[in-house]
């Protein structure tokens, strides 16, 4: 079954920024609520399908104070079944090929996301004798192969 691709009427100010930073990056076009899995609805916020890269903007994941009565609120991704339905979805991503990055919208508009992303395609192009040194100094770990 090819994956579809769902055309949202908007993407957010977060979607657009990383998707100008990947362009940045020199990295091809991306696509907004990529729809990666053959049988769940599950979507990427952005992603570059050619390359299986998959980049999660996550929201909601700082408790708030209802204005209005006082309760604390958290966001989906924080609560345990919303937290469950994100390992979940993100395993099968994994699962599949995708590289899979999470960001919070802070990451996004401070532009630490685009520092990772730089960092990852630095170090995915080098060779694999400079990565084996890194690890051996303790400058990365051997999962970042």
């Not at 079944?81 to 395993?91: M, P, S, T």
């Not at 990451?107 to 170090?123: Q, Y």
Request: aromatic share 10%; glycine share 8%.
């Amino acid at each position: 079954m090819k994956a579809k691709t769902k055309k949202p009427a908007c993407p957010s100010q977060e979607q657009i920024l990383i998707s100008i930073h990947l362009a940045e990056l020199g990295l091809p076009p991306c696509v907004f609520e990529h729809h990666f899995h053959e049988s769940r609805d599950w979507r990427f916020d952005v992603s570059i399908p050619g390359i299986y890269l998959g980049i999660e903007i996550e929201g909601g994941i700082h408790p708030f104070r209802n204005p209005k009565n006082g309760e604390m609120i958290v966001g989906r991704h924080s609560r345990g079944a919303g937290y469950q339905e994100d390992l979940d979805k993100y395993n099968a991503a994994t699962a599949r090929g995708w590289r899979v990055f999470r960001f919070s919208v802070e990451d996004v508009k401070f532009g630490r996301s685009r520092e990772v992303l730089a960092d990852w395609i630095r170090f995915a192009r080098e060779p694999v004798s400079m990565k084996l040194r890194a690890i051996a100094r303790g400058a990365c770990s051997p999962v970042c192969f």
